[in-house]
């Protein structure tokens, strides 16, 4: 049974640092594009970051470029998302997300995507 478990969430202050983890199991993944999306109250489900199925390209949603990093370990079976200068804005449920075989991560289209963990959450106070 396919399982992602994000984990690493919590409250943080603005301007703080986390970094979020997301363990998947029951198969390896080594060949699927991956990504993190977020959703807060009240919105849809937003793209955030996504790795390719190599992981040598990265894509980042516009209001995070320069302050988040997603990157995957194959041998830990784990992809990360690195989250700094948080801001208040950034508040939401986290979900890691695993895309089609060799598939560069970088559609925004949530269902261009096939596996999903339960999401984390993320709370920035001002």
């Known amino acids: 049974q396919v399982q992602l478990v994000e984990s690493g969430g919590g409250l943080v202050q603005a301007g703080g640092s986390l970094r979020l983890s997301c363990a998947t199991s029951g198969r390896t993944f080594i060949t699927n594009a991956m990504a993190w999306f977020r959703q807060a109250p009240g919105k849809e489900r937003e793209f955030v970051a996504g790795?390719?199925?190599?992981?040598?390209?990265?894509f980042y949603e516009d209001s995070v470029k320069g302050r988040f990093t997603i990157s995957r370990d194959d041998a830990k079976n784990t992809m990360y998302l690195q989250m700094n200068s948080l801001k208040p804005e950034d508040t939401a449920v986290y979900y890691c997300?695993?895309?089609?075989?060799?598939?560069?991560?970088?559609?925004?289209?949530?269902?261009?995507?096939?596996?999903w963990g339960q999401g984390t959450h993320v709370t920035v106070s001002s």
């Open positions: 790795v390719s199925w190599r992981g040598d390209n990265t």
């Open positions: 997300a695993v895309g089609g075989r060799y598939h560069s991560g970088s559609s925004y289209n949530p269902s261009d995507y096939i596996y």
